[in-house]
Nanobody
Framework: QVQLVESGGGSVQAGESLRLSCVAS????????MGWYRQAPGKQRVWVAH???????NYAASVKGRFTVSRDNAKNTVSLQMNSLKSEDTAAYYC???????WGQGTQVIVSS
């Protein structure tokens, strides 16, 4: 069973940055597309970004130009660099193994205006 563990969340002011990380236990991590999602209070979980095994990336319109997803296959880690944070970015952030559907436990991001 693949396990994903996120870290890096916290409370920041609008305009500041945070970097989230997700470490996977899966030996085949390098061959997988990994996704980031978020769930704001009272709302459904939505897709934020993903990165394919060859490093291609795609972003939701709401974060494009501010967020950057990357991966380090040697460390089984996918990261989400979040810059110019806004109050509407406040949410629990989750990584997901897009092949197995396994989710991490989430990490909370709070952005104060």
């Amino acid at each position: 069973q693949v396990q994903l563990v996120e870290s890096g969340g916290g409370s920041v002011q609008a305009g500041e940055s945070l970097r989230l990380s997700c470490v996977a236990s899966d030996r085949s991590f390098s061959s997988k597309t990994m996704g980031w999602y978020r769930q704001a209070p009272g709302k459904q979980r939505v897709w934020v970004a993903h990165i394919t095994r060859d490093g291609s990336t795609n972003y939701a319109a709401s974060v494009k130009g501010r967020f950057t997803v990357s991966r380090d296959n040697a460390k089984n880690t996918v990261s989400l660099q979040m810059n110019s944070l806004k109050s509407e970015d406040t949410a629990a952030y989750y990584c997901r193994d897009e092949h197995t559907g396994v989710w991490g436990q989430g990490t909370q991001v709070i952005v104060s205006s």
